[in-house]
């Protein structure tokens, strides 16, 4: 079992709310389920949708082909429809006037049940619940529990009104018109997925902020980033978190940094626009030796770019920000479950070797669902780092140690004056301009880089280690690039995938391990110039044969991946 959903209509329609509890019914009945939004930059009208896929499998990725579209204008049908598979099912309002309509395509009166039975026309999301339940010959009692779910503190007369609707319609349907249609999962009881949590990256991201005990967080809201920035503040009264919108990304970098000095773990949010803002900032973290986790949620630029769509445009303008040379840690999440665990890792490495760490998400990353095993968050590492607990006085705050990180103390401790500055200093924080104490400091800064590097973990082979094709990934993309890599292996194709989750500083070990065996090494980036393949060139001497870039604002599907990999003789 492997189903498509698409629900499309204009902004302001209610999409995402049906989305939301079409999803909830597969969670709950067992199913693997993966959704993502497709909309545009606007409040109102325009084209948007959200297509949902389960599966008795794990699923990563969305699909081209669509087995069911919902359509609440008739531009979602035109612009859908090509990609409905053969049998698919189209249910939309009648009033919509389409009137090409082939075996298993729906016309129902889904407004006007949302108004006579429920008193409510945005209950129209309802109605066409109950109607694809009834289609797809599952019970209506799935719906219920979700409406139940989603409304539920809205009110009881909210949940039972929706529920009529769902349960109108689902009789209205069934019978001849379900016929019409080849889906029947009414033996489908029960999925089998455990697996509970429906949750995007950026809510993961938070979560896992909050597991590394986060003590501050400030922002400006930009997209996609924004939406955990939302999440922890809602959170930060019961958690004792501080937070502040700032009136820019300069402050909200600069303020975090404040914070972070004084002892609180601390981070910012931001996309694309925002950090170049922030650049002069990280230069301060650098130099002041100050921990930070900065998240960008990448979106396409230059300038404003397509703010609602997604991109990996982002990498090496991240690695090269500020002027000076210091270390910095970079890490890019491939799913919700790796983002919540690597957030934790990000604040466990920034503490321990005092530099600023960056999450490289993307719109896609950001915004996309898909269900999870339940957390543990009790298994969260407190390492602060190397704290100093009995400090030298004078203390020095830059003390030049084997691993160039420095026994940290705080403002306020006893005893202890704690300077930092964004000039060149000495071991005390003081300015200096000695020539000896300049060197002494950069190499202090720069001897944490090999200890960082043997903190990070190798990159993961997915497939035979020894196969002929590696396609080499890194963050989101990693979904579509694994199913695609699977499809091709079961179809008897010699090809696996290398994926790195920490970016920077960059493990060479394995690479070069697969480098040697892999006859064609094929990068696939959201990208247009292949930036990671760069990366891997100046980090390692090391070229990839094939690259293969997607820049529209569309994420990809294993589908386009498998025709991209036919076009470099991938066969």
Known sequence: MDLSFNIGGAAGQ????????????????????FTIKDYMSRVRGGYNFTQIRVSDEHVHAPVHGVDVIIALTKDAIINQRDRLVEGGVIIFDESLGFEECERCHLPLPLEETAEEVGGNVRMMNAAALGALLSVLKMPISLAENALADIFGDKGESVVEGNVKVARTMYEEVKGELAQRCDHDFSSVEKGPSEDRLLVTGNQAIALGAMAANLKWISAYPMSPSTSLFQFIIQNSRRLQIGGLQTEDEIAGLNMALGASHTGARSMVTTSGGGFSLMVEAVGLAGMAE??????????????????TRTEQGDLLFMLHSSQGEFP???IAPKDPLEAYYLTKDAFRLADKFQVPVMVLGDQHLAEFTMNIPRIEIGEVDMDRGKLAEKPDKPYKRFKVTDDGVSPRAF??????????????????????????????M???????????????????????????????????????????????SQDGISINQLHFAYLYPLKTETLKEIWEKAKKLISVEQNATSQFAKLVR?????????????????PMT?????KQLEEVGVQ
């Open 558 to 562: 294993p589908e386009w991946i498998i």
């Open 442 to 488: 950069v190499e202090k800064r720069l001897a944490k880089l090999p200890w960082i590097l043997d903190e990070l973990e190798e990159p993961k082979v997915y497939g035979d280690k020894k196969a002929d094709y590696t396609l080499l990934t890194w963050g989101s993309t990693w979904g579509a690039a694994y199913e695609a890599m699977q499809r091709l």
């Open 411 to 440: 403002p306020g401790d006893e005893e202890v004056v704690v300077a930092a500055s964004g000039n060149t200093h000495n071991e005390f924080g003081h300015i200096s301009e000695d020539p000896d104490n300049r060197n002494a």
């Open 328 to 330: 910095r840690i970079m």
């Open 538 to 554: 100046m980090e390692s001497g090391l070229s990839v044969d094939e690259e293969i870039n997607k820049y529209d604002g569309r």
């Open 14 to 33: 209610g999409i995402n709310t049906i989305g939301d509890l079409v999803a909830q019914v597969f969670v709950k009945n067992g199913l693997y389920t």
């Open 290 to 307: 100050i921990p930070i986790v900065i998240y960008n949620a990448q979106r396409p630029g230059p300038s404003t770019g397509l703010p």
